[in-house]
């Protein structure tokens, strides 16, 4: 079996911090990009962060460029983001997923209709 299973999300106050964790198994993690999406209610997925193999390209939204910070660790077939300054517009689902890129093809990391693998999603809710 392929998966993904994401964790850390929960209730947080503005200008909190969370770190969410990707964990993949059932397949090698190092020939696959890794993107993070949110998706709120009401509005449609967007991308938040994704990093490639070998971490050669990493990307940011701009809504949270400057506040979070993503990481990959293939030995233990995880990634990591973490999310700094916290603000309500970020409450979400907040999805991983894992794109097979065995052609090392670079800059595609940010589209969300190459990932094969999504996660079950975590909440995040930012709120006083």
């Known amino acids: 079996q392929l998966q993904l299973v994401e964790s850390g999300g929960g209730l947080v106050q503005p200008g909190g911090s969370l770190r969410l964790s990707c964990v993949a198994s059932g397949f090698t993690l190092d020939y696959y990009d890794i993107g993070w999406f949110r998706q709120a209610p009401g509005k449609e997925r967007e991308a938040v962060s994704c990093?490639?193999?070998?971490?050669?390209?990493?990307k940011f939204a701009d809504s949270v460029k400057g506040r979070v910070i993503i990481s990959r660790d293939d030995a233990k077939s995880t990634v990591f983001l973490q999310m700094n300054a916290l603000k309500p517009e970020d409450t979400a689902v907040y999805y991983c997923?894992?794109?097979?890129?065995?052609?090392?093809?670079?800059?595609?990391?940010?589209?969300?209709?190459?990932?094969?693998?999504w996660g079950q999603g975590t909440q995040i809710t930012v709120s006083s």
């Open positions: 997923a894992a794109h097979r890129n065995l052609a090392d093809v670079v800059d595609v990391c940010s589209i969300s209709g190459n990932y094969e693998y």
């Open positions: 990093i490639s193999r070998r971490s050669s390209t990493i």
